[in-house]
């Protein structure tokens, strides 16, 4: 979810570029929409730790996975309804990916024995980077192939795709996975 997070994020970054040719906008209007994402995602993270501390990292990392999905998807959309409908859909798009880091950290401290809780996070941080290369070397083929709507389906469409597969295969403990044999169950509840 981190690589498809970041991935999302920063495909924007190039996205703008013919975007601002095609609705001619100045660059005090593109770094608004560049920044309007930050304002949503400062805005989840503290309710997004309450809420997976509340709800289970499970259903809080999908539902944020869902709804920045839905408003990079929709970014051709917005920006075509209106310069004030995109710097909307980004805040909101920022609001859903500010819930990533904050659920994953309550997921982790369920699953991840607390000897091996550094390396987790070093590897879940690496997919951030894994996700801002991809999309940046990504995202230039698919405007000129296709133009700038391409970059924002392919990349919503990743999201949407990753959504089902977690919702049949995640949990938010080993207490609440069917697939934990009680063996393994009881090793992970003693070392985390």
Known sequence: SIAVCYADRANFSVGILPMAREFTWDKAQEGVLLGAFFYGYVASQVPGGWLSRQFGGKQVLGTGVFLWSFF???TVAAAHAGYSTLVAARILMGLGEGVAFPSIHELLSKWVPATESSRAVAIITSA???GTVAALALSSPLIDYFDWPAVFYVFGTMGFTWVPAWLWLGASSPETD???????????????
Not at 178 to 192: F, G, H, M, Q, Y
């Open 72 to 74: 990079t998807a929709t």
């Open 128 to 130: 951030s980077y894994i």
């Open 178 to 192: 069917p697939s934990v044999s009680s063996a393994e169950k009881a090793l992970i509840i003693r070392t985390r």
